[in-house]
């Protein structure tokens, strides 16, 4: 079970927009950075947004964060078959057991 | 460029150790905070532990608290993780990955390629 929440699967069509969402609490999202991450069938994960709603150098703009209380959201705009791909929340949790947490990855399949 | 490259993974039995290694370039290793992350076949990322860059807090989840120890040598740009007490549930790909900041209470910047634990009799 894991701490952030995000759901198992979301589609679109190519060239579509989708959603993802991740849901935490005042100890983890609401009190610290959320950053989200790729990981490609095969690959180790990439950072994809950091801070919230910051992309790395070499991240298209077709991939937006953004934060409200306790949820995060990551945004995909002109879906393509390479962006086929787990995704996956990550924050830091200040709770007594402090430490790094990651929602249970959300699979995306570009239809 | 940011370069992480672990070693140290294979197959371990039930109550045995193993100690994972994480060489790093490309970046002043010693500023940095530094983590391990797991990945159970065909499962999620779980956040294994965290050193911090200056200060030298260190962070363990609560599965391996005791039985991990994460440590690095800035002086061979190395970070490391002893496993001991391993379990059927350490089975995972390992990556070691490097944090933005001094502090670990951020995200992850960079990725190792990770290192395969096998755990069983």
């Known amino acids: 079970q894991s701490v952030l929440t995000q759901p198992p699967s979301v589609s679109a069509a190519p060239g579509q927009k989708v959603t993802i969402s991740c849901s935490g609490s005042s100890s983890n999202i609401g009190n610290n950075y959320v950053s989200w991450y790729q990981q490609l069938p095969g690959a180790a994960p990439k950072l994809l947004i950091y801070?919230?709603?910051k992309r790395p150098s070499g991240i298209p703009d077709r991939f937006s964060g953004s934060k409200s209380g306790t949820s995060a959201t990551l945004g995909i705009t002109g879906l393509q078959t390479g962006d086929e791909a787990d995704y996956y929340c990550g924050t830091w949790d200040s709770s007594l057991s402090a430490g790094k947490v990651f929602g249970g990855g959300t699979k995306l399949t570009v239809l | 460029e940011v370069q992480l490259v672990e070693s140290g993974g294979g197959l371990v039995q039930p109550g045995g150790s193993l100690r994972l290694s994480c060489a790093a370039s490309?970046?002043?290793?010693?500023?940095?905070?530094m983590s391990w992350v797991r990945q159970a076949p065909g499962k999620g990322l779980e956040w294994v532990s965290s050193l911090s860059g200056s200060s030298g807090s260190t962070y363990y989840a609560d599965s391996v608290k005791g039985r991990f120890t994460i440590s690095r040598d800035n002086s061979k740009n190395t970070l490391y993780l002893q496993m001991n007490s391993l379990r059927a549930e350490d089975t995972a790909v390992y990556y070691c990955?490097?944090?933005?900041?001094?502090?670990?209470?951020?995200?992850?910047?960079?990725w190792g390629q990770g290192t395969l634990v096998t755990v069983s009799s």
């Open positions: 801070e919230n709603n």
């Open positions: 990955a490097k944090d933005p900041y001094s502090s670990s209470w951020y995200g992850i910047e960079y």
């Open positions: 490309g970046f002043t290793f010693s500023t940095y905070a």
